[in-house]
């Protein structure tokens, strides 16, 4: 083999172009749920505590055949892009059979090499490009039988303050935590970016860590081998990786975890109250001044003892309000109550989404717009749900925003000032007011305010067309008062406006 090649297991997949006829290829849907099956049964023997504290035999629990069926279902499920083999997920589920057999000698045997990444650059929302680093489907699956076996191992010591990638936990845990801290005093955060964090891990330091808790040095060499893979840059340039674990497979969020898990307990050590999710950390205090000293002192054991950066721009000590975490502002009212806020980051995304999703030149139905649409506010008010109700009347302005640029769409469609005048003749517009509409010397988007567009086409045609996201919120606040009814009535009822300027949106 050449050395141009990377050295790594080798599989013929009936879809792949290496391939047999068309006649043998294996029945993908059959596959998938006979693997599913296998691993919902291998999933009811768990592992006891002594045994997953016992580490000198990892390796053959990674390659157990329960694990590597239930590692290649997660794969399966969650899809995702193929690696530089170009072999997809598809193709890896009808040949599962003679995958997990081969996977299983391999990796008993020492034999299994991970294959290069593929390096994919995705625009950041704030500017500039995050690379993603795409391993093959294969070598996804062993990331994802390492990742159900390391697990069990050091999830139970990571600190109670970090919330991402850790499984019961995320954004609605790390908000619920942030806002007892600003409760209690704490209106100051010393608010901390790592800059590259994914792209700068030191693999010795990390490597240490993982010795410290796993005897079995064959699943070291194995994760070495893993974060020493070739990267395959777009242009086809393969490159060496002295640092860094490639983003975007399933074992890099647990390693993350690890590396940044001593940060963590240095804080937790110094008496900080902190919320730290992947790389974004927020530490509150009580003053300024106490976040200038927090933010000096974490600086120098991030940079001289982690041996990461700091994102200048993008860290900063200042009250808590002000700042971007996860989506969200959260601030104090005068009373002390505590307000979860919609920032301003969010609130520009959400603008430039809506601009994608509602193009002015639609070229489809109104009523496929108008699906695509609600998939979308939905989950995003799945996600934003958490604010408080003083963010009522930004989305009773988005919600306005939102029928007027469909409007727009309904005055594009038309094409012509005297198609748009029968349309809002149909709809019941009085001849005046319909004229005034299609024939005025203005613009779609101002045309899309005039009260013939108003009466054609009203807030309540859209009310069973499309998701208000004041609606979206008001349903999951009840379900919130159902549960703090349970807890006892709330001691302070009466709106309180937030001592802060609050956040007009960009649209």
């Not at 806020?341 to 489809?364: E, H, V």
Request: some cysteine.
């Amino acid at each position: 083999m050449s050395k141009s090649k990377p050295r790594q297991l080798s599989f013929a997949f009936a879809d792949s172009p290496k391939g047999g006829t068309e006649s043998s290829r294996a029945d993908v849907s059959a596959a998938d749920g006979h693997q599913l099956h296998t691993a919902k049964l291998s999933e009811r023997e768990e592992s006891t505590p002594s045994e997953a504290a016992d580490t000198r035999c990892l390796l053959e629990r990674v390659a157990s055949p329960g694990n590597l069926v239930a590692a290649l279902c997660k794969v399966v499920r969650n899809k995702g892009a193929p690696g530089v083999d170009r072999i997809t997920v598809k193709q890896v589920a009808a040949q599962s059979d003679l995958l997990l057999g081969l996977l299983h000698d391999a990796l008993l045997a020492g034999t299994y090499m991970p294959g290069d990444i593929r390096r994919v650059w995705i625009p950041k929302p704030g500017g500039g490009q995050r690379g993603l680093g795409i391993p093959n489907v294969v070598d996804r699956v062993v990331q994802q039988a390492l990742l159900q076996a390391l697990e069990p191992i050091f999830e139970p010591t990571f600190h109670p303050s970090s919330h991402g990638f850790r499984p019961g936990r995320g954004a609605q845990t790390a908000i619920a935590e942030a806002r007892e801290h600003v409760a209690e005093g704490r209106r100051h955060t010393v608010d901390i970016d790592l800059s590259k964090f994914f792209d700068r891990v030191n693999h010795q330091r990390l490597l240490d860590r993982l010795a410290q808790r796993i005897e079995d040095a064959r699943i070291l060499r194995l994760i070495r081998l893993m974060l020493k893979a070739k990267v395959v840059l777009p242009d086809g340039t393969r490159t060496s990786t002295d640092e860094g674990t490639p983003q975007g497979g399933p074992l890099s969020p647990l390693l993350s975890n690890i590396v940044l898990d001593e940060l963590d307990w240095e804080l937790d050590r110094r008496g900080h109250c902190f919320v730290r999710y992947a790389d974004d950390c927020n530490v509150y205090v009580r003053s300024e001044r106490a976040g200038q000293r927090t933010m000096a002192s974490l600086r120098r054991f991030i940079e001289n003892r982690l041996r990461l950066k700091i994102n200048d721009e993008k860290s900063a000590v200042a009250l808590a309000q002000t700042r971007h975490f996860l989506g969200f502002r959260i601030g104090a009212t005068r009373g002390g109550r505590v307000v979860v806020m919609l920032s301003q980051r969010t609130l520009d995304r959400f603008d430039l989404k809506l601009q994608a999703l509602t193009p002015r030149n639609w070229g489809r139905s109104l009523d496929d717009c108008l699906d695509r649409l609600n998939r979308y506010l939905q989950g995003w008010m799945a996600y934003f749900h958490l604010c408080t109700r003083e963010v009522g009347r930004t989305l009773r302005y988005l919600d306005a925003h939102i029928r007027r640029r469909l409007r727009a769409i309904v005055i594009k469609q038309k094409k012509r000032p005297r198609h748009l005048y029968r349309n809002l003749l149909q709809r019941g517009v009085s001849p005046g007011v319909a004229y005034r509409t299609a024939f005025a010397r203005a613009g779609i988007w101002r045309k899309s305010s005039y009260p013939g567009m108003h009466r054609g086409y009203p807030n309540q045609w859209f009310g069973s067309r499309l998701a208000s996201l004041s609606m979206l919120w008001e349903r999951f606040d009840h379900a919130r008062q159902l549960t703090s009814r349970e807890g006892g009535p709330d001691k302070d009822p009466r709106f309180e406006e937030p001592d802060v300027r609050p956040t007009s949106p960009v649209l």
